[in-house]
């Protein structure tokens, strides 16, 4: 690259080496940072978002425990590309940065698995943590009228979440019969303090339907959503309602790890028992490795963040914990496994990629993802199949073949350097 | 647990040319949808779309800033006399 390409980028710091990079400040990530800086090491932690926390702690004090004064934030930063082994390219809103680190500790998370129906794509149709989080960033909900749907815990929490903020919540739709979510409620009797909570979680809810084996087959609305149709025990009805929050339970961020070509196992990142992964130096921990919840990220995050500053035998006294945590995780999948049903839900002219509006019809002609990413360009929009990823894997069986910088849209200045 | 509904303070900005006030620490996203646009932005297709995720991953929430297009709302704090405009 000449000189004058190189002058022309704004902005582009490079940071000293730090010993260990955290990327992603939510629970994971902030145990993970406080860990590895109270065993001495230089640490640094990078998010996207303008304030620690992740989604769980989203505009809380939730996170305060673990923050740490000595732990070098890098807030509202995107890391978009590894342009050389030790170094990452991040990008924020008015410069770029050169991150440099020996250990790197990744903490992405996870994201909701959205499935599409026809009228999905209609504004007011979202995410149920997505839902849950606009209201945190201070939509007020009080007297909408919201249908809360899909599948897992989350559910519960949202629709308790709006209801305490005022909302009118119509009903909760979990697409999982009632027998397999009471056999993991049994599972839970073998652990009180989660059997509390998720009593807690339901008492709190009382006055709101909560229907089993209930799901979505179809939005309606002319410019924004009036009205969402459900279908239970092969009946259909309408429920006019403000807001649809309709996620279907949560799938891990691996596009990171991909890119660094981390092993795959089955539920996500393969880690050893130091949350190593297969590659030397790249920890991961929390929802990354496989959803588990907020315990499990923790307790993760620690043991990474010990292991990636050098000192592992310090983290071996968690090992039973995480054991004990990864086991209620194991109970918690199988009882809100996606039913096969779901599957029917897209119509031919329904649209599984909304970043270039392609509908199932088109992509299910194809037999892989590299076939529909040339022919019909799903997956090929600002969200990198980040969205319609999820979906195309329960429809149709296709796992995600490769990642590439940039792994994010990154500004043309960005790009103007070697990635 | 602390949220931002603790804090009164009001910030004002312009939503497609209309004042909203917002509590201070909202994101734009939220001034957005309090102003009344219920379209953030246009699809490929000519379909009227707002936030899917919440949370930075969908890019539905996508609205001019300041000039500045293609900024994921979601994501952005609001500032006193932002200029915010959507389906640009």
Same mark, same amino acid.
């Given at each position: 690259?000449?000189?004058?390409?190189?002058?022309?980028?704004?902005?582009?710091?490079?940071?000293?080496?730090? @010993?260990?990079?955290?990327?992603?400040?939510?629970?994971?990530?902030?145990?993970?940072?406080?860990?590895?800086?109270?065993?001495?090491?230089?640490?640094?932690?990078? @998010?996207?978002?303008?304030?620690?926390?992740?989604?769980?702690?989203?505009?809380?004090?939730?996170?305060?425990?673990?923050?740490?004064?000595?732990?070098?934030?890098?807030?509202?930063? #995107?890391?978009?590309?590894?342009?050389?082994?030790?170094?990452?390219?991040?990008?924020?809103?008015?410069?770029?940065?050169?991150?440099?680190?020996?250990?790197?500790?990744?903490?992405?998370?996870?994201?909701?698995?959205?499935?599409?129906?026809?009228?999905?794509?209609?504004?007011?149709?979202?995410?149920?943590?997505?839902?849950?989080?606009?209201?945190?960033?201070?939509?007020?909900?009080?007297?909408?009228?919201?249908?809360?749907?899909?599948?897992?815990?989350?559910?519960?929490?949202?629709?308790?979440?709006?209801?305490?903020?005022?909302?009118?919540?119509?009903?909760?739709?979990?697409?999982?019969?009632?027998?397999?979510?009471?056999?993991?409620?049994?599972?839970?009797?073998?652990?009180?303090?989660?059997?509390?909570?998720?009593?807690?979680? #339901?008492?709190?809810?009382?006055?709101?339907?909560?229907?089993?084996?209930?799901?979505?087959?179809?939005?309606?609305?002319?410019?924004?959503?009036?009205?969402?149709?459900?279908?239970?025990?092969?009946?259909?009805?309408?429920?006019?309602?403000?807001?649809?929050?309709?996620?279907?339970?949560?799938?891990?961020?691996?596009?990171?790890?991909?890119?660094?070509?981390?092993?795959?196992?089955?539920?996500?990142?393969?880690?050893?028992?130091?949350?190593?992964?297969?590659?030397?130096?790249?920890?991961?921990?929390?929802?990354?490795?496989?959803?588990?919840?907020? @315990?499990?990220?923790?307790?993760?995050?620690?043991?990474?963040?010990?292991?990636?500053?050098?000192?592992?035998?310090?983290?071996?006294?968690?090992?039973?914990?995480?054991?004990?945590?990864?086991?209620?995780?194991?109970?918690?999948?199988?009882?809100?496994?996606?039913?096969?049903?779901?599957?029917?839900?897209?119509?031919?002219?329904?649209?599984?990629?909304?970043?270039? @509006?392609?509908?199932?019809?088109?992509?299910?002609?194809?037999?892989?993802?590299?076939?529909?990413?040339?022919?019909?360009?799903?997956?090929?929009?600002?969200?990198?199949?980040?969205?319609?990823?999820?979906?195309?894997?329960?429809?149709?069986?296709?796992?995600?073949?490769?990642?590439?910088?940039?792994?994010?849209?990154?500004?043309?200045?960005?790009?103007? #350097?070697?990635? | 647990?602390?949220?931002?509904?603790?804090?009164?303070?009001?910030?004002?900005?312009?939503?497609?040319?209309?004042?909203?006030?917002?509590?201070?620490?909202?994101?734009?996203?939220?001034?957005?949808?309090?102003?009344?646009?219920?379209?953030?932005?246009?699809?490929?297709?000519?379909?009227?779309?707002?936030?899917?995720?919440?949370?930075?991953?969908?890019?539905?929430?996508?609205?001019?800033?300041?000039?500045?297009?293609?900024?994921?709302?979601?994501?952005?704090?609001?500032?006193?006399?932002?200029?915010?405009?959507?389906?640009?």
């Amino acid at each position: 690259m000449s000189d004058a390409v190189s002058n022309s980028v704004s902005n582009v710091v490079s940071s000293p080496a730090f @010993d260990v990079a955290v990327i992603g400040a939510g629970p994971a990530g902030l145990a993970a940072a406080a860990r590895a800086v109270e065993s001495g090491a230089r640490v640094a932690m990078v @998010d996207d978002n303008p304030r620690p926390g992740g989604q769980i702690w989203r505009a809380s004090r939730s996170p305060e425990p673990w923050l740490r004064s000595n732990v070098e934030v890098f807030s509202g930063a #995107r890391v978009f590309a590894a342009p050389a082994p030790g170094v990452l390219a991040l990008e924020r809103s008015d410069s770029n940065l050169e991150l440099r680190y020996r250990s790197l500790i990744l903490a992405t998370g996870a994201r909701e698995r959205f499935l599409p129906f026809p009228g999905w794509t209609l504004p007011n149709v979202m995410g149920a943590g997505g839902l849950q989080a606009l209201a945190k960033s201070g939509l007020p909900v009080d007297s909408k009228r919201i249908v809360v749907a899909g599948s897992g815990p989350l559910l519960l929490a949202v629709a308790r979440y709006l209801r305490d903020h005022g909302a009118d919540v119509r009903l909760i739709a979990e697409q999982a019969d009632s027998s397999a979510i009471f056999r993991f409620g049994l599972g839970l009797i073998a652990k009180p303090a989660k059997l509390i909570q998720a009593i807690g979680l #339901r008492a709190g809810l009382l006055g709101v339907r909560y229907l089993t084996a209930c799901w979505p087959v179809a939005a309606h609305g002319a410019e924004k959503l009036e009205s969402v149709t459900l279908q239970r025990n092969g009946k259909t009805w309408t429920e006019r309602c403000d807001y649809l929050a309709c996620g279907f339970g949560l799938i891990p961020n691996v596009e990171l790890p991909t890119l660094f070509g981390c092993r795959m196992s089955e539920t996500g990142v393969a880690v050893d028992e130091y949350q190593q992964t297969s590659v030397a130096n790249i920890y991961c921990a929390g929802e990354v490795t496989g959803i588990g919840g907020l @315990d499990l990220a923790l307790v993760e995050g620690e043991i990474a963040g010990y292991a990636a500053a050098g000192k592992p035998h310090d983290s071996r006294k968690l090992f039973a914990a995480r054991n004990s945590k990864r086991q209620f995780a194991g109970a918690l999948e199988r009882a809100f496994a996606a039913r096969a049903e779901l599957r029917n839900l897209p119509q031919d002219d329904t649209f599984v990629c909304r970043c270039e @509006d392609v509908t199932y019809a088109r992509v299910r002609q194809c037999s892989n993802w590299r076939e529909a990413k040339l022919h019909t360009r799903c997956g090929m929009g600002p969200c990198q199949g980040r969205v319609c990823g999820g979906a195309v894997e329960f429809l149709l069986g296709w796992k995600p073949d490769s990642v590439r910088p940039p792994v994010l849209p990154a500004r043309v200045g960005s790009l103007a #350097r070697p990635l | 647990m602390k949220s931002i509904e603790a804090r009164p303070e009001t910030l004002n900005l312009r939503v497609d040319g209309h004042t909203v006030g917002v509590p201070a620490g909202s994101m734009v996203s939220a001034a957005v949808a309090m102003a009344g646009a219920s379209k953030f932005r246009t699809s490929v297709t000519g379909q009227p779309r707002a936030p899917l995720c919440g949370m930075g991953i969908c890019f539905e929430c996508r609205v001019t800033i300041n000039g500045r297009a293609h900024c994921k709302s979601c994501q952005i704090p609001c500032e006193a006399g932002m200029e915010v405009e959507t389906d640009v």
